[in-house]
């Protein structure tokens, strides 16, 4: 299968047309990308593996509830050594059951940290929360049906064709899943339950040979769809979303919204992220495939695998052994299909991917996940799916959920098997209790070790001050720049004294819209509209000065200790003057916050371009028609596009992709030069 991926990719780049066609990196893969995956995994298999041990030596071996505590209140007559060993195999599927639904509840603590205010009715984190839970507990269900389907010998009989159906099915669930939970990254450990539960299914089958082949038919499948079926769809999609956008715009008579290199970019980097959110579930569910049959073999007399798929006990290592075999081989391939997607679809799948490294590595929080800093470009469900930069952290969180999914399973499924009543049980609360506590152990020494060893620890992590998220219309003040703290005290104090006056709402939104027309420097005065205020201030629309310009009464313009921040010819507020004292604080401020500024530019950079672009577009109103028109000799320079800082920062830019699908307009302004002064506020608040 590798030979053939590899041969596939040698027929691409050797028909491909481009000049200078990507490398295939096949080193650098291998040092970084690649091996998240099983990192993330390897800390996810310390908490299984310690469990597993105690219930495999403690709850099954030594059994010290033997002969103290029965297994079913309800039970009556002898108890037999029969019945005791149901009753033993039965609790070790309830701590198998709680092991999963303990690594379920943490897990979906890391998919939403968001931190709910004590105290306050708004609880969003809270309900996301129970949200993930009660869709776990819905894909349990599904998931423990279609294996105990697969212990059928009709499904054994006809594994292949079973396979294909469930493969379809396995689809509608994906989409279900996408729809329920909105984000892709919420989704992921979801969808690798699913590629781990069709991967087990496959002991099904009846044989080896039979086994074999239904696992290469799934690969050719992924192939297929991970370089031809899922770009398509991914474009066409997108397409289709703009030709709807444009008849919308048309029906309604505004601009119609047309390809701009900006969206083209925002475009082709969603692509991407589709497509490594697909890499990334297939290598979770590899992975996570040989940890859930390890676990079989572990209680293999419990779980009596001879009567489940009609093989020997020890055959289990063979599977085992060719699942641990697969994942370095599917290594190599993976490396050929991203560079077989970079010649096809001509992407930057290297480039981008070096860059979620960088950004990982200078992130500002030790997870990753509690970063302010997002890409507000891409859509919604995609968001935290890029911020989580592909890291050891994303496959982590990933394959905690996944595995604790799965465990549950395997556990509620031994637990029928043995025809236990598990609610007739009085140890059921205490074996949950007792494994809860095994893992809070478990995690409070893992953090404290890695607190010694400073993993994953960033600069300023000890000294951050917790945010708490206080709703949709609350204000963030930990998301304003640091240089913008005074710039945003000294605008609420004006609009607060504003207000005092008697100016409302929209005479404010009017003010502030007559300041942007007009710009900084231009000749302004108060429009003679605005509704008279009350109040001991008759002339506040009114007056001229020394000059004969019409001016604005003192009391109705906010306070401001800089003149600039008022219209030209218009005099500032006599209640507070702009003394020497003020003027050096505000000189200061300036000062700090051109070099906080010019340090975060600094830090950014300009990134390599991972995105390409041929074509320009403009936005013109609906009916205008656009005729070729030919270049004049000053834009031959300007051929060649150059991303804006926003998207070469990966979302450190406002703008979201509705925005940029909405009408655009160009307008032109006069220029003019002025005399820089310490005054003056820099161009990147202007802007």
Known sequence: MIILIMTLWAFFRGTTKNASPPKLHLREWFKGFELNPIKGMLMVFIPIGACCSFIRFVVGDINPLEGVVMGDLKFEGTITPAIELKWRDGRIGICVLALGFNLMQNGSALLCPRRDKPGS???????????????????????????????????????????????????YMESWLLKTLNEKLVALPFECALQTAQFVMTLGADGFIQFITGFIVELLIMVVKRIAMDPIKFKVVRTAKLKVKIAQAQKAGQPVPVYTPELEAIGVMIDMLQSMYRFSVD??????????????????KEYEISKLYGIRDLDLLFYMLFSLIMIPALWIGDIFLHNTLELIWNWKLFEYIEFCTERFRNRARRWVGLDTAINEELPSDLRTLDQMCFS????????????????????????????????????????FAAIMVMLRFIKIAALRAADVLQIWMVEGEKDFVEEYDEGPLARRVGAIPPGMA????????????????????????????????????????????????????????????????????????????????????????????CGTESDVVFADFMSAFRKEMQESNDRKGNLQRFVPSKTKSLCFPAGVVVHDVAKAPDEAEEEEFEWPQELLTLGLGADAVELNLASSTSSTSPTSTTTTSEDEWPKEMLM
């Open 392 to 431: 050891p952290q994303f496959f982590f969180l990933g394959s905690l959920h996944a595995s604790g999914i799965v465990m549950s399973v395997l556990g509620y499924m031994l637990v029928l098997h043995k025809g236990h009543n598990m609610f007739g049980d009085v140890m059921v609360s205490p074996l």
């Open 283 to 300: 290598s979770l569910g590899t992975v996570i495939s040989p940890i859930t049959i390890a676990v079989l073999f572990f209680f293999r």
């Open 486 to 577: 005074a710039v945003d005290a000294l605008i609420a104090e004006c609009v607060e004294d504003a207000l005092s006056v008697g100016h409302t709402d929209e005479s404010l939104i009017k003010l502030l819209e007559e300041a942007a027309r007009l710009g900084p420097n231009a000749q302004a005065s108060i429009d003679s509209s605005l509704p008279s205020l009350p109040g001991p201030y008759p002339a506040a629309h009114s007056g001229t000065n020394a000059t004969g310009q019409q001016t604005a009464d003192e009391a109705v313009l906010p306070r401001a200790c800089a003149t600039n921040m008022l219209f030209e010819g218009v005099a500032p507020p006599a209640k507070r003057a």
């Open 121 to 171: 009715v708004w609880l969003p984190g809270y309900w996301q929360r129970q949200h993930i839970m009660y869709t776990s507990a819905l894909l349990f269900v599904v998931l423990l049906m279609a294996l105990e389907f697969s212990f059928s010998s009709f499904f054994s009989q006809n594994a292949l064709a079973f396979m294909m159906v469930f493969k379809v099915v396995w689809i």
